[in-house]
């Protein structure tokens, strides 16, 4: 495995977890990378550099966003971000990974990929459900802030420090356990 495969490998986890977050800003972010020739896609991916896909992404990038900021859209947002994501996350690690087979390059895309983008989708639904149940929504403006700020740092990070973005994920992914397994504990121990 060379080392361009690697970092190929980091972008797309780096951009999967960005998935989860927000489904269209890493997508933007890698189509506007792709347009500026700053990362090259595989050859079947091309079209995402196109300007008819920055526009069109970058709108539905806005839609999603502002759509975090209203009330009970933002929780049906969550109901459809989780199946979009992992499809989402998949394809971005279908479309970054470099010089593997297609057996090995799904794999991951599919593991790697759309596990990731699931599992940090999963953890945002959780977060902006008890944040409406808890204050009845009114913090769910700073959840959303949190979480579009995220994409962007993981988005940009993954496509200028690929590595670095891994690591993040990998911080992130073991946050995710951890919470989870407070949950698990707490939930034992009521019933």
């Not at 079947?44 to 196109?50: C, M, V």
């Not at 971000?81 to 979009?84: D, E, N, V």
């Not at 990998?170 to 356990?177: C, E, G, K, T, W």
């Not at 919470?179 to 698990?184: M, T």
């Given at each position: 495995?060379t080392?361009?495969?690697?970092i190929s490998i980091?972008?797309?986890?780096?951009?999967s977890a960005?998935?989860?977050?927000?489904?269209f800003?890493?997508?933007?972010?890698l189509?506007?990378?792709?347009?500026?020739?700053?990362?090259?896609?595989?050859d079947?991916?091309?079209?995402?550099?196109?300007l008819?896909?920055?526009?069109?992404?970058?709108?539905?990038t806005?839609?999603?966003?502002?759509?975090?900021?209203?009330?009970?859209?933002?929780?049906?947002?969550?109901?459809i971000?989780?199946?979009?994501a992992?499809?989402a996350?998949?394809?971005?690690?279908?479309?970054?990974?470099?010089?593997?087979?297609p057996?090995?390059?799904w794999?991951?895309?599919?593991?790697a990929?759309?596990?990731?983008?699931?599992?940090?989708?999963?953890?945002?639904?959780?977060?902006?459900?008890?944040?409406?149940?808890?204050?009845?929504?009114?913090?769910?403006?700073?959840?959303?802030?949190?979480?579009?700020?995220t994409?962007?740092?993981?988005?940009?990070?993954?496509?200028?420090?690929?590595?670095?973005?891994?690591?993040?994920v990998?911080?992130?992914?073991?946050?995710?356990?951890r919470?989870?397994?407070?949950?698990?504990r707490?939930?034992?121990?009521?019933?």
């Open positions: 495995m080392t361009e495969t690697i980091f972008l797309g986890i780096g951009l960005s998935v989860g977050f927000r489904v800003v890493p997508l933007f972010a189509s506007l990378a792709t347009y500026f020739n700053l990362w090259e896609l595989n079947s991916w091309q079209w995402i550099g196109s008819t896909a920055v526009v069109t992404l970058g709108v539905a806005l839609v999603e966003i502002f759509g975090y900021y209203i009330p009970y859209i933002d929780n049906l947002l969550d109901t971000a989780i199946p979009l992992t499809i996350g998949t394809a971005v690690m279908v479309s970054t990974i470099a010089d593997l087979g057996v090995i390059t794999a991951l895309a599919i593991i990929g759309g596990g990731t983008a699931a599992a940090v989708a999963g953890s945002s639904g959780v977060t902006r459900l008890t944040s409406t149940a808890t204050t009845g929504g009114v913090a769910n403006p700073i959840v959303s802030t949190v979480e579009t700020g994409s962007i740092v993981m988005s940009v990070l993954s496509l200028f420090i690929p590595v670095l973005a891994f690591i993040f990998v911080a992130i992914l073991y946050l995710i356990f919470v989870y397994k407070k949950i698990k707490s939930k034992s121990k009521t019933t």
